[in-house]
């Protein structure tokens, strides 16, 4: 059963691996700030799944038995950069004369990649029988998601600014 888990933990390298190599190129090539900003938060985020992984996987090639804990997920800082991407934006939004289509092509190839990686690793999470690694799996399925929530996000910020800050600024709409 480890050398399973350790197939499946590849797998998983692999893909945050392809993931952080495709943001990395999206960030250099974007031309909007949201795009470069989202870019970089996704890159800074699969290098650090790729770190957690590659430890557990280290640990369980040696023991050969899951953990008993591990890392926890989504941290305060990397929550509070997300929301300050759409702060920034919202800044700098009405300089923005024109939207590159690269950059939505590139947010909406990011959202497939993350929606593949929640979705792989929910998965993962429904066949493990160790509680610890469900709960490893179901915490970066919940990321992937938290990710892909951000880059929608994005998207629907780039298409149409004003229904994004009519659903995000909860404000009253004056008639």
Not at 64 to 70: A, D, Q, R, Y
Not at 126 to 131: L, M, S, V
Not at 156 to 169: H, S
Request: glycine share 6%; net charge negative.
């Amino acid at each position: 059963m480890p050398q399973s888990r350790l197939l499946i933990l590849k797998k998983a390298l692999q893909l945050e691996n392809d993931g952080m190599v495709f943001y990395a190129a999206a960030m250099q090539k974007s031309t909007s700030l949201i795009g470069r900003q989202m870019f970089d938060y996704l890159h800074r985020s699969e290098k650090d799944h790729i770190q957690r992984i590659r430890t557990l996987y280290h640990t369980l090639e040696q023991s050969g038995s899951w953990p008993e804990t591990t890392a926890s997920g989504i941290t305060e800082a990397a929550e509070l950069q997300r929301k300050s991407i759409f702060g920034d934006a919202i800044k700098n939004i009405q300089q923005q004369q024109s939207l590159d289509s690269d950059d939505l092509d590139a947010l909406k190839q990011a959202a497939e990649f993350e929606r593949s990686g929640e979705h792989f690793y929910a998965e993962q999470a429904k066949r493990a029988e160790d509680p610890f690694e469900q709960a490893f799996y179901r915490q970066l399925a919940l990321e992937e998601d938290h990710h892909l929530r951000a880059i929608e996000d994005s998207i629907l910020m780039l298409e149409d600014p004003q229904g994004f800050f009519a659903q995000y600024e909860k404000g009253t709409l004056a008639g």
